[in-house]
């Protein structure tokens, strides 16, 4: 349902957004009048000491590389940003990485919302300060510290580390005997590179990793997880937490944010073997979507959903592209696919880029640096959405969060901004 629609100036756009109701400081609205655009945006932070540059992933373990850097650039790009109206961010796994967003772009994005929130809005102290690992947690990695760091702590592939623990360390169903929050701590690494660090309140984890940043009010908010708990025990089934944030934005309607599993290599290694494969978890995670969303005329999905269509044209590779059907079905258009229609798609997890690793990346260990995948996703029902910008047919589809001041990425993933048309 595209709507072949010129668009001068994205400022156009933003005057005409500020017409409605709920835009920065503003608690009642006037009649609507006409419709108005606004920039539906999503972007994976990669914020994780797993995540290394080339020229540290050999001086550092895996799970120690410094990311101060590239957050704060992160951070200057969002204060600076005059076109995103609603910011779905991944990846923002510790608390303290999300205090310093939300410190340093509340001017921009007066609202937000995360798992480390309350209903209303404010950040829930007692978990942004909480130990990812409690006590019982402790004594476990006591008894595996040495041994994890001399044996396992090189493995570039992070899932392999607790399968080395439990086979060379002696330590069986670590995975089943760890709090949720502490094995996505150990998963994602601490500066040190030492589990045990995972026991201080500085890493309080922000499970999912999700954040909502909104120039709009959010009027109501939920949280939820793909999959809170398996068979009779209350926690987790994942190594990583899977959920989204339910949200009502004012003038906008229903935005989900979300993070689906991603494809971490050929063996599939989890907390409990609900699934056969990483592809099945993910379908798992599309189908519990649409049936929340099947009877929304109106809705917005955006986040990393982990799958890439396969397209006829550019050099996007493929991966669980069935699953992106599932909310196709329901009758959801997917711009950032479709944007090949007026020119070359762009990858937002491009092989190009130095922060992917080529090994542990199977399209790209065997591809040209032009080879990627389309990830990260803006999906959208009962909207219409602007197609080309300008006479010369551009695509309006943005791709953000390139590079920053020094040319260097700032995350194995870029971000898109889609525009869309409220009425």
């Known amino acids: 349902m595209y709507l072949q629609t010129v668009v001068i100036v994205s400022i156009v756009m933003r005057l005409a957004a500020s017409w409605d109701q709920g835009f920065v400081g503003e608690e009642e609205a006037p009649e609507e009048t006409g419709r108005s655009v606004v920039y539906m945006s999503t972007y994976n932070c990669d914020l994780s000491p797993s995540v290394c540059p080339p020229k540290n992933r050999e001086s550092y373990h895996p799970t120690s590389c410094t990311y101060d850097n590239r957050r704060q650039e992160q951070i200057d790009y969002m204060r600076e940003d005059e076109m995103s109206d609603v910011l779905c ?10 205090e310093a967003i939300l410190a340093g772009t509340t001017t921009n994005f007066p609202y937000s ?8 809005g404010e950040l829930n102290n007692s978990l942004i300060h909480h130990p990812p690992c409690d006590e019982e947690d402790a004594k476990i990695l ?8 001399e044996n396992c702590h090189s493995s570039a592939l ?68 793909f999959h809170p708990n398996f068979r009779d025990q209350q926690k987790s089934s994942e190594i990583i937490q899977r959920g989204y944030l339910d949200l009502e934005v004012n003038h906008i309607g229903r ?17 409990a073997n609900t699934f056969r494969n990483y592809k099945q978890k993910n379908f798992e995670e599309f189908r519990q979507l649409y049936n ?23 050099n996007i590779a493929p991966q669980f592209q069935e699953n992106l059907e599932i909310l196709r079905d329901l009758g959801f258009e997917d711009p950032v696919s ?3 229609k007026h020119t070359e798609v762009d990858c937002s997890y491009c092989c190009g880029n ?13 591809s040209n640096p032009s080879i990627g995948y389309i990830f990260d996703h803006v999906m959208v029902r009962g909207y219409d959405i602007v197609e080309t910008q300008d006479f010369l047919k551009k695509n309006a589809v943005q791709r953000i969060f390139l590079v920053d001041r020094q040319g260097s990425a700032m995350s194995r993933h870029y971000g898109f901004s889609v525009p869309v048309i409220v009425r």
Not at 89 to 98: C, I, K, N, P, S
Not at 113 to 120: A, Q
Request: charged share 25%.
């Open 142 to 149: 006591k008894i595996i510290d040495k041994c994890e760091f």
């Open 354 to 366: 130095l922060l992917v690793q080529k090994s542990v990346t199977e399209v790209c260990a065997r």
């Open 89 to 98: 961010l991944q990846g923002v796994w510790y608390a303290r990485d999300l």
């Open 255 to 271: 935005v989900i944010c979300t993070h689906l599993t991603e494809k971490f290599g050929d063996e599939y290694v989890e907390v």
């Open 113 to 120: 919302y995360s798992f480390l929130h309350k209903s209303k």
């Open 338 to 340: 479709n944007s090949y």
């Open 158 to 225: 992070r899932v392999k580390i607790f399968k080395c623990i439990e086979e060379v360390c002696g330590v069986r169903n670590i995975m089943r005997l760890m709090s949720e929050t502490c094995l996505g701590c150990i998963f994602q690494g601490t500066k040190r590179g030492n589990f045990v660090e995972c026991t201080k309140s500085e890493y309080a984890f922000n499970p999912t990793g999700l954040l909502v940043l909104s120039r709009y009010k959010i009027l109501q908010s939920n949280n939820v997880l």
């Open 292 to 314: 929340v969303l099947r009877h929304d005329q109106r809705a917005i999905v955006m986040g990393d959903l982990n799958a890439s269509p396969s397209l006829t044209k550019g």
